[in-house]
């Protein structure tokens, strides 16, 4: 039989962890996953805003099976290895980075959080990584340069209709400073997002019955949305509508290789090709004379059951060659992710929705947590499979598994 005791008030005391309220953690520096963050996100943006960073296209099938894609990698750790001291830079496009992967391009950042893309490069730059201003960003080149004067800044461009916009848009990041373009090539029409459709959203979101309802739920948001600079694209002329409109009706459907050349000939800087989906294409890319590719279905929202970039690496990089830059975006959920694409070939990982939660969750503090909690896994991933430098991360140290 137990003996029961009086616990004495000294044994107690170091047990409690009580706080006065509000002066713990916030729910977001709490947060110890990219999921959680998106639960955050989910719970303090409106339903349209979230489902436009969240969803993808058709029946969302591209996007479901790149995270089953990583899901599918497996490590064979090394064991009995010092790894007290490791060290998880990279180069990303002949400069050293701090981590292996940058932040990509996302256009409406400023309707996610109103801290917009500024708050983004700004954690780019504490963090040492690229950050890529999209053509569709709510901040404008110039201004993003005087704001991070520092950072590694990359410029995602869409070819417009008109030509002379085009140029006039060429020279304008080029003016400011930006390092790399990168060309995106697979958004000739709009994808079939139906979560925009079913939400009616539109650029910037108006006041319907079912909005002004949705300010009850989230008037944090509203407020800071109708209290500041209107929604719009400080790269393009004004365009109201929904995504499809703007897409349809100012991207230039009608690219091929010759734009690609045109645009080698017009950039002094690095050139890399965004939304290669077949592995003859990234051929036909490297022959033409760009700086690299980045292998991806713009995050499923385009193509639905398009191919898995992290599938078509290794076929990529066997044909491509050892120093052709392949990157790869799409389904990056975590530092794990991040170090597998780099153990199976890629020269570095675009994440976008990952940092999106974060500035939906609470702004440049979350994306910020978003950043720390990446670099935390790539550091943990690292150690646990007994590296000290990403370069020692090689293909037979990370496979993937066949899908069921």
């Given at each position: 039989?137990?003996?029961?005791?009086?616990p004495q008030?000294?044994?107690?005391?170091?047990?409690?962890?009580?706080r006065?309220?509000?002066t713990g953690?916030?729910a977001?520096?709490?947060?110890?996953s990219i999921?959680d963050l998106r639960?955050?996100?989910?719970?303090?943006?409106p339903?349209?805003?979230?489902?436009?960073?969240?969803?993808a296209a058709?029946?969302?099938?591209?996007?479901?099976?790149?995270?089953?894609?990583?899901?599918?990698?497996?490590?064979?750790?090394?064991?009995?290895?010092?790894?007290?001291?490791?060290?998880?830079?990279?180069?990303?496009?002949?400069?050293?980075?701090?981590?292996?992967f940058?932040?990509?391009?996302?256009?409406?950042?400023?309707?996610?959080?109103?801290?917009?893309?500024?708050?983004?490069?700004?954690?780019?730059?504490?963090?040492?990584?690229?950050?890529?201003?999209?053509?569709?960003?709510?901040?404008?080149?110039?201004?993003?340069?005087?704001a991070v004067?520092?950072?590694?800044?990359?410029?995602?461009?869409?070819?417009?209709?008109?030509h002379?916009?085009?140029?006039?848009?060429?020279?304008?990041?080029?003016?400011?400073?930006?390092?790399?373009?990168?060309l995106?090539?697979?958004?000739?029409?709009?994808?079939?997002?139906?979560?925009?459709?079913r939400n009616?959203?539109?650029?910037?979101?108006?006041?319907?019955?079912?909005?002004l309802?949705?300010?009850?739920?989230?008037?944090?948001?509203?407020?800071n949305?109708?209290?500041?600079?209107?929604?719009e694209?400080?790269?393009?002329?004004s365009?109201d509508?929904?995504?499809?409109?703007?897409?349809?009706?100012?991207?230039?459907?009608?690219?091929?290789?010759?734009?690609?050349?045109?645009?080698?000939?017009?950039?002094?800087?690095?050139?890399?090709?965004?939304?290669v989906q077949?592995?003859?294409?990234?051929?036909?890319?490297?022959?033409?004379?760009?700086?690299g590719?980045?292998?991806?279905?713009?995050?499923?929202r385009?193509?639905?059951?398009?191919a898995?970039?992290?599938?078509?690496?290794?076929p990529?990089?066997?044909?491509?060659g050892?120093?052709?830059?392949?990157?790869?975006?799409g389904?990056?959920?975590?530092g794990?992710?991040?170090?597998?694409a780099?153990g199976?070939g890629?020269?570095?990982?675009?994440?976008?929705?990952?940092?999106?939660?974060?500035?939906?969750?609470?702004?440049?503090?979350?994306?910020?947590?978003?950043a720390?909690?990446?670099?935390?896994?790539?550091?943990?991933t690292?150690?646990?499979?007994?590296?000290?430098?990403?370069?020692?991360?090689?293909?037979?140290?990370?496979?993937l598994?066949?899908?069921?």
């Amino acid at each position: 039989m137990v003996e029961r005791r009086i616990p004495q008030w000294a044994e107690v005391r170091p047990l409690l962890a009580l706080r006065a309220p509000f002066t713990g953690p916030s729910a977001v520096d709490r947060a110890v996953s990219i999921a959680d963050l998106r639960s955050i996100a989910k719970r303090r943006t409106p339903r349209a805003v979230f489902d436009y960073v969240d969803g993808a296209a058709g029946q969302e099938l591209s996007l479901a099976r790149s995270r089953d894609a990583f899901a599918r990698v497996e490590f064979r750790p090394h064991v009995l290895n010092d790894v007290a001291v490791i060290d998880t830079s990279w180069d990303m496009l002949g400069r050293r980075s701090a981590l292996p992967f940058a932040f990509s391009p996302t256009g409406f950042t400023r309707m996610m959080n109103v801290e917009g893309e500024t708050a983004v490069a700004r954690v780019a730059q504490e963090f040492d990584i690229p950050y890529a201003l999209s053509t569709l960003g709510t901040t404008s080149p110039e201004d993003l340069a005087r704001a991070v004067p520092d950072a590694r800044r990359w410029f995602q461009l869409y070819l417009l209709r008109e030509h002379q916009s085009r140029r006039d848009l060429l020279a304008r990041v080029a003016d400011s400073g930006y390092e790399t373009i990168i060309l995106t090539v697979d958004t000739v029409v709009a994808g079939s997002r139906l979560r925009d459709v079913r939400n009616g959203l539109t650029i910037p979101p108006q006041l319907t019955l079912k909005t002004l309802a949705g300010m009850a739920v989230h008037p944090k948001w509203w407020i800071n949305a109708l209290s500041t600079e209107p929604l719009e694209f400080a790269s393009l002329k004004s365009t109201d509508g929904t995504v499809a409109d703007l897409i349809n009706n100012v991207f230039d459907p009608s690219i091929t290789l010759d734009d690609v050349r045109w645009l080698r000939d017009s950039w002094n800087g690095k050139l890399l090709i965004k939304g290669v989906q077949n592995v003859d294409d990234a051929v036909m890319l490297a022959d033409a004379g760009v700086d690299g590719v980045i292998l991806s279905n713009h995050g499923g929202r385009q193509l639905d059951r398009s191919a898995v970039p992290l599938e078509l690496l290794a076929p990529a990089r066997e044909r491509c060659g050892a120093d052709f830059p392949i990157f790869i975006d799409g389904g990056v959920m975590s530092g794990a992710d991040v170090v597998a694409a780099i153990g199976l070939g890629a020269s570095g990982v675009l994440v976008g929705r990952a940092y999106l939660y974060g500035i939906m969750a609470d702004g440049e503090r979350g994306v910020r947590r978003a950043a720390q909690i990446l670099r935390a896994e790539v550091e943990q991933t690292m150690r646990l499979m007994g590296v000290t430098s990403l370069d020692q991360i090689t293909p037979d140290l990370v496979s993937l598994r066949p899908a069921r």
